[in-house]
């Protein structure tokens, strides 16, 4: 491999999407898309990353956090004049350039290297295209090529004539260029055209008026160059992804019980003999090891599930949550940086946050850990084997000792020692016989109201 840099345009306006987060912002298994077609840039080992903003430039520059270069397209004149605004970031650099665009974020690292090795063959193409081979055409500009990939023409499709509109090869916009060449082609790309911008693939039809020769590569994807410039086409594309994911989680071992409901993110990993039941989400930041069974209706994020554990249903772990082996959280539990230990229980009706649980706890129905003054969090630890009765409020800072009990109902606000029993109950108060002449009175009173209305009219409701 060549050293080569990627020029990413990502400064259209994105008015179809009408949000006021900027399009290639927008995320796809819960990362951005201009995230993904990073990621996969970063993989092939890119020298140099520049992303072309435009508006909303902020918002992409707060994204990147210097994680890339940037350069400001302001007019927005077309593609050409947008790759050209990188000319400058890109000074003194010599090697392989490939374009991409922010908006088509699922173009793979092996289609790139392909792009540049094509780019680096024998007959030195001064620039080479992405092409793709839709089922239908539509209004793709068209690649006209001989059958060994030589480029003879690009033509748009407004300009085509009836037989190259018949060429099913379409131009997805991707190309790469050695950077002297790209940047010279450029300044030689006019605009005299209908909307007076400068077009990128002009620069094929320089190079080949002077006999230079052009090639293309084309994918077997058409998702691949997907652009995404809607809200339908980001739903479509999210669709599309979550499906394969769901095969490919199904190839490996895991057995979706109602697949098109499970929704996975991006990084979501998951080991063999998994079951997941309908309608489970899973946020970013999730691991989960063999032989767990999620079961329906949770969300899980941020959370590291160990082999045998058992979550559901109607769960949700939020990021920071550690499930060691054999450990269970039942129906309608929330938990966030929590610790639960080998074989711990917390089966239903619980909030455990901010806490470690140790091995075997039992944690009741209606218990929280009350880790937040308003102010400050603070932590809960319970050791190993410990009992918390239902309805109990554990008020952090608090430790709860080794085979400790914590008593039904009570609130604990100190340290319960190893072994304790600790019951915080107020004074049960008993009146025998109040409840039955409650009763009594409570009748006479109400017969007496529905003598004194008309009609038979009472207070029923």
């Known amino acids: 491999m060549h050293d080569f840099a990627a020029i990413i345009l990502a400064a259209g306006k994105g008015t179809r999407m009408k949000s006021d987060l900027h399009k290639v912002l927008h995320p796809i298994a819960g990362r951005p898309m201009l995230e993904h077609l990073m990621a996969s840039v970063e993989e092939l080992g890119a020298a140099r990353q520049v992303v072309v903003v435009g508006a909303g430039r902020e918002q992409i520059e707060t994204a990147l956090d210097g994680r890339a270069e940037t350069c400001l397209q302001e007019p927005q004149l077309g593609t050409g004049h947008a790759v050209q605004q990188a000319q400058g970031v890109l000074e003194g650099f010599a090697g392989d350039v490939l374009v991409l665009y922010g908006d088509v974020p699922f173009v793979r690292a092996q289609t790139m290297r392909a792009m540049l090795d094509r780019l680096n063959g024998p007959d030195a193409p001064a620039v080479v295209v992405l092409g793709f081979e839709p089922e239908d055409p539509l209004a793709y500009g068209r690649i006209i090529a001989d059958d060994d990939g030589a480029i003879v023409r690009m033509v748009e499709y407004r300009d085509a004539d009836e037989g190259e509109r018949a060429c099913h090869l379409c131009n997805s916009g991707l190309m790469a260029a050695k950077a002297g060449d790209l940047f010279a082609l450029l300044g030689r790309v006019g605009n005299d055209n209908a909307q007076g911008e400068y077009y990128l693939p002009d620069i094929v039809n320089i190079a080949i008026g002077e006999g230079r020769p052009c090639a293309v590569v084309i ?60 309608n489970v989400v899973f946020g970013p930041g999730v691991t989960i090891a063999d032989h767990v069974r999620i079961k329906a209706f949770c969300h899980i994020e941020g959370a590291r599930i160990a082999s045998g554990a058992q979550v559901g249903p109607f769960a949700r772990l939020r990021p920071g949550t550690m499930m060691q082996e054999g450990s269970f959280v039942g129906n309608f539990v929330e938990t966030k940086k929590a610790v639960l230990g080998k074989g711990a229980k917390a089966s239903h009706l619980s909030y455990i ?33 410990a009992f918390i009765g239902s309805n109990s ?26 072994g304790e029993l600790r019951m915080v109950r107020a004074e049960q108060l008993v009146k025998p016989g109040w409840a039955d002449r409650f009763h009594d009175t409570m009748k006479k009173r109400r017969e007496a109201g529905r003598k004194d209305k008309p009609d038979g009219q009472t207070h029923d409701r």
């Open 219 to 278: 994918t077997d994807d058409e998702d691949e160059v997907a652009g995404i410039n809607s809200r339908s086409e980001l739903a479509r594309v999210e669709a599309r992804w979550q499906a394969a994911r769901r095969e490919r989680a199904m190839a490996d071992g895991a057995s979706l019980t109602a697949p098109e409901t499970v929704f996975f993110s991006w990084d979501t990993e998951l080991g063999r003999d998994v079951t997941i039941e309908p």
């Open 353 to 385: 946050g901010d806490a470690t649980v140790g091995a075997h706890a039992n944690i009741g129905a209606g218990t929280i850990t009350c880790n937040y003054d308003g102010y400050f969090k603070y932590h809960t630890h319970i050791g190993e084997r």
């Open 393 to 418: 409020a554990l008020v952090a800072p608090v430790n709860i000792g080794p085979d400790a009990i914590v008593a039904a109902g009570s609130t604990v606000s100190r340290d319960v020692a190893a």
